[in-house]
C-alpha cells in the first residue's frame, strides 16, 4: 500500500504537467480518495465502464488518458457528471489525467511509442500546439512502398485503419500525432512529410492532405492512445512498488 500525495507528486514531475496549461484537459489529479492506493488501472477514456471493470480488479487510482475534467466540464456536477464522480467517491477511487503531457512524453508517450513500434529513425519532435510539442517524426529505415506502410500500421496498431492517398507511392518519412490532430496536416506538408499518421479523420483533413499532396493514415483515436497508458501501467508499477496493469476496452473508434 502507498499514499496517493507522493505518487501524484511523482506523476505530476515525471509528465511535467505544469508545462501543458494551454492543454484543455485539466491533468493532474481531478478526484481525490482517502488517501491509500493498493492498485493502479490505466485507461485510455474515464468511462463508467472502465471504472467498474478497475474497481473489479481492485484498483483505488485509475491513471487516464482522457479524464472527466475538461475546461469548465464540471462546472455543474450533474446527470453523467455526477454518475462518474459519485461512483469514484462511493468506491473510494482516485483518478488522475494525463493527456497531452502523456502525448508528448519522449519515453512513455503515445507518439514516441508509435514511433518505436514502426522503426522510425532519427526522431524528433514535431506537431506545434500552442507553443508545445506534442508529437514525433522520423524515418523508415529505407524507402518503403507506401501500401506496404498501411500493411505495417495494420500490424503495429491492430484494428481498422483508413487513409487519404494523396501522396507519394514511396515513402521515408512519417510524422506521428495520435488521436485527432488534422491541423497538424499542414506542418507535415511544410516540412515535406511522405505520411502523417494519426488517429481520428476528419472531413477538414481530406482538403488538406489532397492540397499538400501527401498521404495521410488514420489508425483509430483509441488505439493510438493506448500505447502511452499501457508504458504508464508498466512504469507505475516498477517506480511505485504495487500492483498496476493496463485494461484495455478495445473501442474501436
Given amino acids: 500500500m502507498k499514499d496517493l500525495k507522493p505518487i501524484v507528486r511523482f506523476l505530476d514531475s515525471?509528465?511535467?504537467?505544469?508545462?501543458?496549461?494551454?492543454?484543455?484537459?485539466n491533468n493532474g489529479l481531478q478526484v481525490e480518495n482517502s488517501g491509500e492506493v493498493r492498485k493502479i488501472c490505466c485507461g485510455v477514456d474515464a468511462s463508467l465502464d472502465f471504472f467498474r471493470m478497475a474497481k473489479q480488479r481492485g484498483a483505488d487510482l485509475l491513471v487516464c488518458h482522457h479524464g472527466i475534467?475538461?475546461?469548465?466540464?464540471?462546472?455543474?456536477?450533474?446527470?453523467?457528471?455526477?454518475?462518474?464522480?459519485?461512483?469514484?467517491?462511493?468506491?473510494?477511487?482516485?483518478?488522475?489525467a494525463c493527456h497531452l503531457p502523456l502525448d508528448a512524453h519522449p519515453r512513455l508517450g503515445n507518439n514516441v511509442l508509435i514511433c518505436k513500434a514502426l522503426g522510425l529513425r532519427?526522431?524528433?519532435?514535431?506537431?506545434?500546439?500552442?507553443?508545445?510539442?506534442?508529437?514525433?517524426?522520423?524515418?523508415?529505415?529505407?524507402?518503403?512502398?507506401?501500401?506496404?506502410?498501411?500493411?505495417?500500421?495494420?500490424h503495429v496498431i491492430p484494428g481498422e485503419i483508413r487513409s487519404m492517398d494523396f501522396g507519394k507511392k514511396e515513402i521515408r518519412s512519417v510524422a506521428v500525432i495520435s488521436g485527432s490532430a488534422p491541423d497538424l496536416l499542414n506542418e507535415a506538408g511544410e516540412k515535406g512529410i511522405d505520411v502523417f499518421l494519426s488517429g481520428e479523420p476528419k472531413l477538414s483533413a481530406y482538403s488538406i492532405a489532397q492540397e499538400w499532396r501527401i498521404n495521410a493514415v488514420f489508425a483509430g483515436h483509441y488505439a493510438t492512445e493506448t500505447f502511452g497508458v499501457q508504458a504508464l501501467a508498466g512504469w507505475l508499477k516498477k517506480k511505485c512498488g504495487i500492483p498496476a496493469e493496463f485494461i484495455d476496452m478495445k473501442v474501436p473508434y
Fill in 69 to 96: 475534467s475538461w475546461g469548465d466540464s464540471l462546472k455543474r456536477i450533474t446527470e453523467l457528471n455526477y454518475r462518474r464522480i459519485s461512483f469514484l467517491i462511493e468506491n473510494d477511487m482516485a483518478l488522475y
Fill in 14 to 25: 515525471e509528465m511535467k504537467v505544469a508545462d501543458f496549461a494551454a492543454d484543455s484537459a
Fill in 122 to 154: 532519427g526522431v524528433r519532435g514535431f506537431g506545434l500546439y500552442h507553443g508545445m510539442t506534442i508529437g514525433f517524426e522520423g524515418k523508415l529505415p529505407g524507402v518503403m512502398n507506401y501500401a506496404d506502410f498501411k500493411k505495417l500500421v495494420r
